[in-house]
């Protein structure tokens, strides 16, 4: 199988890791061993995105929705949130790697908060690929934070309603720094996109799997690149005006 061309590598790519539960159910396992399953799956994935070239990879890890599970399974997957930012800080740190979050991080709590987030500020100077891991994420929620902050700047009178244009709402926005998604990736035959940003991927390519997240491995990650490259991004355009745009001059 030939390798994804690296010319034409998403920049960000971003995984809504779906299926761990149902690989569990489906060996007669407690879901809790299909998440650490799971865990593994992360670790293969963030070694090849960082040796292909992403730029940007953001795993979607819990959702704003995951709460209302039932509290052995938040237990679990805080667990393993804690000992992946523990094992996996040499991974990270001698890999150039930027370990950040998107989300409502201070819902998490504090045992896993912290020692995530000292993570995160010792591999801020990083200048490899950027970790986003979303906790605690709602796409809706997001969005409506950055819209009560220009809210708040125009009941100040610092803002005219008028100014308020997309870019002021992006800027808002957990992801402002980065390039918007350029792949959507879901495993497990699910095709929707479970509030994961929403505002960020309106021109994303989206790509579904029906491999479940745990097992997930480098070659349907290669699959999954394979297949962008060959997707046509007009952006509203025609496919004529694309052509030419790319076109040598
Ligand atoms: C969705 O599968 C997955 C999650 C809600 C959690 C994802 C977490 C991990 C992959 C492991 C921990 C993460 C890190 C970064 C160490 P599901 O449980 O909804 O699966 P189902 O649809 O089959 O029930």
Redesign the pocket.
């Known amino acids: 199988m030939s390798a994804p061309p690296l010319e034409r590598l998403p920049r960000h790519l971003a995984i809504i890791?779906?299926?761990?539960?149902?690989?569990a159910e489906q060996r007669g396992l407690p879901?809790h061993q299909?998440?650490a399953a799971?865990?593994k799956?992360?670790n293969r994935t963030v070694t090849a995105c960082r040796e292909l070239g992403i730029e940007v990879l953001t795993?979607y890890?819990?959702?704003e929705q995951?709460w209302a599970r039932p509290e052995d399974e938040v237990e679990a997957?805080m667990q393993?949130?804690h000992d992946?930012v523990h094992d996996e800080r040499f991974e990270i740190l001698d890999n150039g790697i930027r370990l950040t979050t998107i989300g409502d991080v201070d819902r998490l709590p504090a045992w896993v908060r912290r020692p995530l987030q000292a993570l995160c500020d010792e591999s801020a100077g990083n200048r490899g690929m950027v970790l986003a891991?979303a906790l605690s994420y709602g796409g809706r929620e997001e969005v409506v934070h950055s819209v009560r902050r220009l809210a708040a700047e125009v009941a100040a009178g610092r803002l005219d309603p008028a100014a308020i244009d997309e870019a002021a709402i992006a800027r808002g926005l957990y992801t402002a720094q980065w390039p918007d998604p350029d792949l959507v990736l879901r495993t497990?035959g699910e095709a929707r996109l479970s509030n994961f940003l929403l505002w960020q991927s309106a021109y994303a390519e989206l790509y579904f799997t029906d491999v479940?997240?745990p097992d997930f491995q480098r070659e349907h990650l290669e699959e999954a690149l394979r297949h962008y490259a060959h997707r046509e991004r007009r952006f509203g355009k025609t496919g004529a005006q694309i052509r030419d745009e790319e076109a040598p001059c």
């Not at 890791?17 to 690989?23: K, Q, T, V, Y």
């Open positions: 890791m779906d299926g761990n539960g149902r690989w879901r299909g998440h799971g865990a799956a992360v795993l890890a819990f959702s995951n997957l393993l949130l992946y891991l497990s479940a997240w």
